[in-house]
């Protein structure tokens, strides 16, 4: 048999892999390659199987996929950031300007009566009760009524902590010669008719009741002039049988002379609220036991509080402005009249 060269046998190889030779063919080119190292390397990596091209398995859609979820996230964070942003900003806006309403008893009020450029102005110095708010105050004017409106913010270098002043025209359209007669803080009269309200002329102004035969309202009244505090406790009694209707105070302790004066001088000016803020009460008494332990009893009737009115009235002519009501029922008419009574009495 003839011996192939390399060459012959090299160009016979893609055949003869292919199987398109024949036996003669493929004899010689088998005994060949058994004494022909290197081309049985090339025959054998012509008979290796081609490898299979991986196929991509629809990257584009998953990348797509991918970017669309990592752009949703981003777009949430931001939303939630820009949410809480706004929240914050809203929140800050409501502690620092906007505030919260100051109730009337959460303030401590101290008024004055002066005269700007010729024209008279009530000014309110206020101060948050018991708290570090920073006040805003504002006045709204409406007819003869005008009405402090406070609100309690955070403090800021803007609105510092601690009081604040807000100043009230009493005549506020001197051309249509227009009158402020009343000026509230919130809910809390303050000023009427040239007179600074006091809280508690204005709480016994509105516990003035037409009987005395209500216990309860009765002790309103007394409670609204503070005369458990000044006092301490007593029992009551009430004569509603006939005219003049009592109110009797029974005090239970023993009462040296110096507190029995206190005693006695308490409730004689007292009295004269008593008898002007309950309608059909004609005589108010008050019984105690003194060191000496022995009873005893004061008293003071209307008519006797008439008489005494009417000498204060000439001893201080200026009250009530100079036009005084006629007698102490009438006092109750107005808060005005009631803390020029106080005033008078030095209450």
């Known amino acids: 048999m003839i011996k192939l060269p390399c060459?012959?046998?090299?160009?016979?190889?893609?055949?003869?892999?292919?199987?398109?030779?024949?036996?003669?063919?493929?004899?010689?080119?088998?005994?060949?390659?058994?004494?022909?190292?290197?081309?049985?390397?090339?025959?054998?990596?012509m008979q290796e199987p081609e490898p299979v091209p991986r196929q991509e398995t629809e990257p584009h859609p998953i990348d797509y996929l991918r970017k669309v979820k990592k752009r949703s996230s981003r777009t949430l964070i931001a939303?939630?950031?820009?949410?809480?942003?706004?929240?914050?900003?809203?929140?800050?806006?409501?502690?620092?300007?906007?505030?919260?309403?100051?109730?009337?008893?959460?303030?401590?009020?101290?008024t004055d009566i002066s005269s700007v450029n010729g024209e008279p102005v009530l000014t309110a110095v206020l101060d948050p009760l018991g708290s570090n708010k920073a006040l805003i105050p504002e006045s709204v004017i409406e007819g003869?009524?005008?009405?402090?409106?406070?609100?309690?913010?955070?403090?800021?270098?803007?609105?510092?902590?601690?009081?604040?002043?807000i100043t009230v025209?009493?005549?506020?359209?001197?051309?249509?010669?227009?009158?402020?007669?009343?000026?509230?803080?919130?809910?809390?009269?303050?000023?009427?008719?040239?007179?600074?309200?006091?809280?508690?002329?204005q709480d016994a102004?509105?516990?003035?009741?037409?009987?005395?035969?209500?216990?309860?309202?009765?002790?309103?009244?007394?409670?609204?002039?503070?005369?458990?505090?000044l006092l301490g406790n007593w029992q009551n009694s009430l004569q509603t049988s006939r005219e003049p209707y009592g109110w009797s105070f029974w005090f239970s302790d023993f009462y040296t002379d110096y507190d029995a004066e206190y005693l006695n001088r308490t409730m004689k000016s007292n009295s004269f609220l008593l008898l002007a803020l309950i309608d059909n009460l004609g005589e108010v008494s008050w019984h105690y036991n003194g060191t000496d332990n022995q009873p005893h009893t004061a008293s003071i009737t209307l008519e006797e509080a008439n008489?005494?009115?009417?000498?204060?009235l000439e001893t201080h002519p200026d009250a009530f402005g100079g036009n005084p009501p006629e007698n102490i029922k009438h006092c109750s008419q107005s808060a005005a009249y009631i803390q020029q009574l106080m005033n008078l009495l030095q209450i």
């Open 79 to 110: 939303a939630v950031l820009g949410t809480l942003l706004i929240l914050a900003l809203i929140l800050s806006i409501q502690a620092f300007w906007i505030g919260s309403l100051q109730d009337s008893d959460s303030l401590i009020v101290h």
């Open 307 to 312: 008489r005494e009115f009417q000498r204060l």
């Open 7 to 45: 060459g012959i046998v090299r160009d016979l190889l893609p055949s003869y892999v292919d199987k398109l030779t024949g036996e003669e063919t493929n004899a010689a080119v088998n005994e060949h390659i058994q004494s022909c190292r290197d081309c049985a390397k090339i025959l054998s990596s």
């Open 144 to 165: 003869e009524t005008a009405v402090i409106v406070v609100k309690g913010v955070v403090p800021s270098p803007l609105h510092p902590a601690g009081t604040a002043e």
């Open 169 to 201: 025209p009493l005549r506020p359209d001197t051309a249509q010669k227009k009158q402020i007669r009343y000026v509230y803080l919130g809910d809390r009269l303050i000023y009427e008719d040239g007179v600074e309200i006091t809280k508690k002329a």
């Open 205 to 229: 102004f509105e516990a003035h009741t037409p009987y005395i035969g209500s216990i309860s309202a009765a002790g309103d009244v007394a409670r609204a002039l503070e005369l458990p505090a």
